[in-house]
């Protein structure tokens, strides 16, 4: 969720730079080249009141009243023409002065002419027509082909006479914009940090109290119930939600802790008037005449199953009544231990009891209530093997949790009994002839989840179950 919520902070952040940083370099670049367009203009004007009177620029004939040419204008050309040749040589820039036929009246280097391109032809038009060269082409870093032409027309008595034209080389022009662009992208990569700074402090104050909470409902999801928020940090909706969390968890611990008060009483004061009710049967059984073995027995049966049933009842409100403190245990001493517990049972029915795994394997867990849950696992798994059959018992050491593994024979669940074993009272329509009262696997699992473990169930090929019980590893 940080990396999602940064990134749509950041991308945001990106788009108003990039918003505010295109037109800006297009603005910057647009300016460069308007201060080098005004000082063509301003040379260009130099250079026309520099120019001979109109006889001598051709245009005498063609304009009424001309007046008669001055017999020096031959050496202002000439003065012109080397003016114009000084300019080249200068700034690199090619100048011209140019009849309204195009013919030359000085340019440099000698032999310009007018150039072919379509902004000289269309820069020349326009003088022609009385106007100065306003907006050329655009010229970006990214061509150094192109050249910037600006012409100025020369006007004498109202009229357009010739032509002062100019194409300037844009290198200097280009170098100065991409500095001024990197200078921009400097700046915006510094506020891109600057952004990137804080919007990390930002998602670290709006995620934290979420990162607690999420810590909090994974320890009430595996079984520490005790465990709760502080409303102390973050958006003020976030300490509300916190403080409803808190309420919430409190009103469910109070709703389960009745729930296993009743349990538990309930199986307690049950226990008495069954074992009177038991006690009766047996006497009344010494009563009845011969014949009536058979119902006697029934009840016999069916009163020992309630008493099972109501023991199981009692062990489950125990094993959830506890809060058990993992330590350090060595399962292979543990689970060789319990093994070596139920061999007699196993060789009553001739069934093996296998075992492999390292000599040593620790994991943080509550020996007692793991000892209790493997046994529950071992005595469902004795019941289901037929005789003659094997129990493998294995331990694996994964990377953050060591793994109890039992594989029986026998004939195993199907997907959808998969999906409800470890209910409470539950029980296989296909098994309901062997003793058991549905309990033993959810007793198991709760006594792993108030340690921090788990109980998972798997099929084995061709039949059996495998029922794993899992533990963390310590750090």
Known sequence: MRNRLLGILLSLMACVLA?????????????????????????????????PTQGYLGVDTAIKGAPTPDPGDAGRRSALAQEAARYHGLYGISIGIFQRSGAVTASAPDGWRVPDSRAGTQAFQEALDGRRSHNPPQVWPWTPERTLTVATPVVRDGD????????????????????RWMVLGGGEALAMIVAVLLAVRLTHWVLRPVRTLDRATHDIATGRMNARVAASAGPPELRRLARSFNHMADNVLLALDQQRAFVADASHQLRNPLAALLLRVELLGMELPEGHEEELGGVREEGARLARVLDDLLGLATAEHARPEAEQVDLTALVLTRIDAWRPVAGQRGQQLDWEGPATAVGLADPIGFGSALDAVLDNALKFTPDGGRITLGIAMRKREVAVTVTDAGPGLTEEELARIGDR?????????IDGSGLGLSIARTLLLAAGGSLDFAPVEPTGLAVTLTVPRPR
């Open 160 to 179: 357009v006479v010739a032509v002062v034209l100019t194409d300037s080389p844009t290198g200097p022009l280009r170098a100065r914009i991409l500095h």
């Open 19 to 51: 918003a505010l940083g295109v037109p800006l370099a297009v603005f910057i670049a647009a300016a460069e080249q308007s201060a080098v367009v005004v000082d063509r203009i301003d040379d260009a004007a130099r250079f026309a009141q520099d120019l």
């Open 425 to 433: 009272f539950w029980r296989s329509p296909r098994h309901q002839n």
